[in-house]
């Protein structure tokens, strides 16, 4: 079973737009961290958001929230007033157990977003 | 601050020829791990580091990959002979190892074509 679901290959989304990429986790462990990382046409990898498992709020930085509903193991990354800055390639990523634990993140397929002026 | 650099950005080789990609992680990160992206699927774990320490490597897919981190610094990722299944992209991250973040930050990768 896939442990990073992204359900959307690709996103088109009109300039100022508010946008929610889903993900969906699988996971039998209490202790697991969610992140989203962006991947512009560069390649280059920037992490975004960071939710943890026992976290009470939903995380924000910025311009991008995280929807974290634990009961349905979705982490759903919004992006508000949406600019063309944001096309690029959005990866979901895990960590499953605590820090120190077993620390490797499990991707996604990812979705790509374009914003369209 | 300096982020995780990586060399070369793209590599060219062919079928059986040797490959050594290297990853310097931000400065003062004791955690460096390695993953890879072959086209159209997910970013794979490779294998993880502490210091110099392998802390997992179960990633790795086969003893053709050979990574090391002498002296808990830079790390680099030997692949020998390589194999046309190995294109991909070859990503590094470093994390402090501390109990305030384990947030992972990733290098530009390098673009491993083999022919």
């Given at each position: 079973?896939?442990?990073?679901?992204?359900?959307?290959?690709?996103?088109?989304?009109?300039?100022?737009?508010?946008?929610?990429?889903?993900?969906?986790?699988?996971?039998?462990?209490?202790?697991?961290g969610?992140?989203?990382?962006k991947?512009?046409?560069?390649?280059?990898?920037i992490?975004?958001?960071y939710?943890?498992?026992?976290?009470?709020?939903?995380?924000?930085?910025?311009?991008?929230?995280?929807?974290?509903?634990?009961?349905?193991k979705?982490?759903?990354?919004?992006?508000?007033?949406?600019?063309?800055?944001?096309?690029?390639?959005?990866?979901?990523?895990?960590?499953?157990?605590?820090?120190?634990?077993?620390e490797?993140?499990?991707f996604?397929?990812?979705?790509?977003?374009?914003?369209?002026? | 601050?300096?982020?995780?650099?990586?060399?070369?950005?793209?590599?060219?080789?062919?079928?059986?020829?040797?490959?050594?990609?290297?990853?310097?992680?931000?400065?003062?990160?004791?955690?460096?791990?390695?993953?890879?992206?072959?086209?159209?699927?997910?970013?794979?774990?490779?294998?993880?580091?502490?210091?110099?320490?392998?802390?997992?490597e179960?990633?790795?897919?086969?003893?053709?990959?050979?990574?090391?981190?002498?002296?808990?610094?830079?790390?680099t990722?030997?692949?020998?002979?390589?194999?046309?299944?190995?294109?991909?992209v070859?990503?590094?991250?470093?994390?402090?190892?501390?109990?305030?973040?384990?947030?992972?930050?990733?290098?530009?990768?390098?673009?491993?074509?083999?022919?």
């Amino acid at each position: 079973a896939q442990k990073i679901t992204q359900t959307q290959p690709g996103m088109f989304v009109q300039e100022k737009e508010a946008v929610t990429l889903d993900c969906t986790y699988d996971t039998s462990d209490p202790s697991y961290g969610l992140f989203w990382y962006k991947q512009p046409s560069s390649g280059e990898m920037i992490f975004l958001i960071y939710q943890g498992s026992y976290d009470q709020q939903n995380a924000t930085e910025g311009r991008y929230s995280l929807n974290f509903q634990k009961a349905r193991k979705s982490a759903n990354l919004v992006i508000s007033a949406s600019q063309l800055g944001d096309s690029a390639m959005y990866f979901c990523a895990m960590r499953e157990g605590g820090r120190y634990g077993n620390e490797k993140l499990t991707f996604g397929t990812g979705t790509r977003l374009t914003i369209i002026p | 601050e300096a982020g995780v650099t990586q060399f070369p950005s793209h590599s060219v080789i062919e079928k059986g020829q040797t490959v050594t990609l290297r990853c310097d992680p931000i400065s003062g990160h004791d955690n460096l791990y390695w993953y890879r992206r072959v086209m159209g699927k997910e970013i794979k774990f490779l294998l993880h580091f502490v210091k110099e320490s392998k802390q997992d490597e179960s990633g790795m897919p086969n003893n053709r990959f050979l990574a090391e981190r002498t002296g808990g610094t830079y790390s680099t990722l030997k692949v020998q002979p390589a194999e046309l299944e190995d294109s991909g992209v070859y990503f590094c991250a470093s994390s402090p190892r501390d109990m305030e973040t384990d947030t992972q930050y990733f290098g530009p990768g390098t673009r491993l074509t083999v022919l």
